[in-house]
């Protein structure tokens, strides 16, 4: 398995992963979190009524993503301020930034004020800010309508920077791949001149007038003993030894039909010869 398919396999994975694990689901804490920060909102309404003797009352969880917010006395509400406070709370303790306020009469449970929060506040929908509520009797409801983590909200950053280094890290690839493959096509080009014949003992051919003439494996061994030694004899018993025996196996005249298959294929260049030096070995002969 190549570098470059171990590397999409693992960066297909990973950010399989991630996209599952970004899935919207209920926060850690997520209840304990949001009435803390509701009773902070209720304290700092009741001192902007300059009332700071009175308890603020426990926060009531009235459905799974609702909660309620009331007091034991009369209050004047501005709207501006209640945004700002309540979203100044909510990003303090890390929940939800998509959510409904409303501000219900007690006796009437008629909705005085509401307004929308989505990621930000100019993108929510959020009317009158610049009126007040007259003094009364008051209580907050704020539902919660997309809980995502703030664990997840980093995995998704993670996801938008991983996937620009995984195309980075192809391209990089690609170039030296690119670049090993120039090399090699020049370190062949550079390979065994053998009179009018280019011998390529990696890819086991060697050419001649841009034909390429394929060798066998012995062939090609023989060609490369007898090319790193021309116009030298070379003993038999060397040839023998470096092509055959040396891989386990037993030849009688083996060595015999491979330098006939050679003088065969080199015969296009006169001034190519095998020579047999009788009882000896071959000599690999270039004028």
């Known amino acids: 398995m190549t570098l470059k398919s171990i590397l999409l396999r ?3 994975v990973f950010i399989l992963i991630l996209c599952l694990d970004c899935k919207p689901k209920p926060q850690k804490h997520f209840s304990e979190m949001v009435k803390v920060a509701l009773r902070n909102v209720g304290h700092q309404l009741l001192v902007s009524n300059e ?3 009175e308890p603020v009352l426990p926060i009531q969880k009235i459905e799974a993503l609702k909660y309620k ?5 009369n209050i004047e509400i501005k709207p501006s301020y209640l945004v700002k406070l309540i979203d100044e709370n909510f990003e303090k303790v890390a929940v939800s930034n998509h959510y409904i306020v409303e ?6 449970q008629e909705v005085s004020y509401s307004y929308i929060m989505k990621e930000k506040v100019e993108e929510g929908i959020i009317p009158c800010v610049g009126r007040r509520l007259q003094k009364d009797c008051y209580t907050i409801q704020v539902t919660f309508l997309n809980v995502v983590t703030t664990t997840n909200n980093s995995k998704q950053a993670m996801l938008y920077y991983l996937i620009p280094i995984c195309f980075m890290l192809l391209i990089v690839i690609y170039v030296v791949k690119k670049r090993r493959k120039q090399n090699t096509l020049h370190e062949e080009k550079e390979d065994v001149h053998i009179g009018d014949y280019l011998f390529y003992p990696e890819r086991n051919i060697i050419v001649y007038n841009d034909i390429e003439i394929s060798l066998s494996k012995k062939e090609c061994e023989l060609l490369q003993i007898l090319g790193s030694n021309k116009n030298q004899t ?12 040396d891989n ?3 030849v009688g005249r083996s060595l015999d039909t491979y330098i006939s298959k050679l003088r065969k294929k080199l015969n296009q260049d006169p001034t190519i010869k095998i020579s047999n030096i009788h009882g000896v070995g071959y ?3 270039v004028e």
Do not use: A, D, P, Q
């Open 283 to 285: 000599k690999l002969i």
């Open 51 to 53: 009332n700071v003797h």
């Open 103 to 108: 501000v219900l009469h007690c006796n009437s």
């Open 69 to 73: 917010l009331s007091f034991t006395s």
């Open 10 to 12: 693992v960066t297909s």
């Open 234 to 245: 070379v003993k038999r018993e060397e040839l023998t030894k470096r092509v055959w025996e």
């Open 248 to 250: 386990g196996v037993i």
